[in-house]
T-cell receptor
């Protein structure tokens, strides 16, 4: 159980275009999902917290107009990279929290999306 | 500022030996600590969670210790196998950060040689 999927697994796009990445919780409902980005040999950096039915909360330094997040249902969150540039090339990973019967909450990650902007 | 430190150098060990990875943190009082495994080009996979009032946690060949005085966690893999080769991430979560944010270390790469 507790499977999170991401689509696409990799994408190449031209500079200036927009790319949408989907994150789905397959066998549970997730009121909260998280979006991370990871550069090679570096740790995961939290970009934003996605809350179902409300606006996402962005971390300091993350442009909310550039990284649009929509959490339309309890099983789907999307990240849209608008007007992508080569410096946006990275590995984007989403996660969803499983609210276990007992605190604390476990976090399950998607397989990641490799974005390359040319 | 809050920091999580994991040994950035790769750990190379022989199959069958015990691998021990270290996670140190500063300026932080986590309620619990987690360990994840990450394979190249993949998302992290949750392994173990240990609470601040637990000294040790075990799961099959994995053992985690948590010393809140030393601000350190040790992650052990006994009878290591080549399939254990991966990057292991330490993560801390503090519910007082509002939103239950998780902070990750950069990870330690483990290579198990047959």
């Amino acid at each position: 159980g507790a499977v999170v999927s991401q689509h696409p697994s990799w994408v190449i796009c031209k500079s200036g275009t927009s790319v949408k990445i989907e994150c789905r919780s397959l066998d549970f409902q997730a009121t909260t999902m998280f979006w991370y980005r990871q550069f090679p040999k570096q740790s995961l950096m939290l970009m934003a917290t996605s809350n179902e039915g409300s606006k996402a909360t962005y971390e300091q330094g993350v442009e909310k107009d550039k990284f649009l997040i929509n959490h339309a249902s309890l099983t789907l969150s999307t990240l849209t990279v608008t007007s992508a540039h080569p410096e946006d090339s990275s590995f984007y990973i989403c996660s969803a929290r499983l609210q276990a019967r007992n605190y604390p909450y476990e976090q399950y990650f998607g397989p990641g999306t490799r974005l390359t902007v040319t | 500022s809050q920091k999580i430190e994991q040994n950035s150098e790769a750990l190379n060990i022989q199959e069958g030996k015990t691998a021990t990875l270290t996670c140190n943190y500063t300026n932080y009082s986590p309620a619990y600590l987690q360990w994840y495994r990450q394979d190249p080009g993949r998302g992290p996979v949750f392994l173990l969670l240990i609470r601040e009032n637990e000294k040790e946690k075990r799961k099959e060949r994995l053992k985690v210790t948590f010393d809140t005085t030393l601000k350190q966690s040790l992650f052990h893999i006994t009878a290591s196998q080549p399939a254990d080769s991966a990057t292991y991430l330490c993560a801390l979560d503090n519910p007082n950060t509002g939103g239950f944010k998780t902070i990750f270390g950069a990870g330690t790469r483990l290579f198990v040689k047959a």
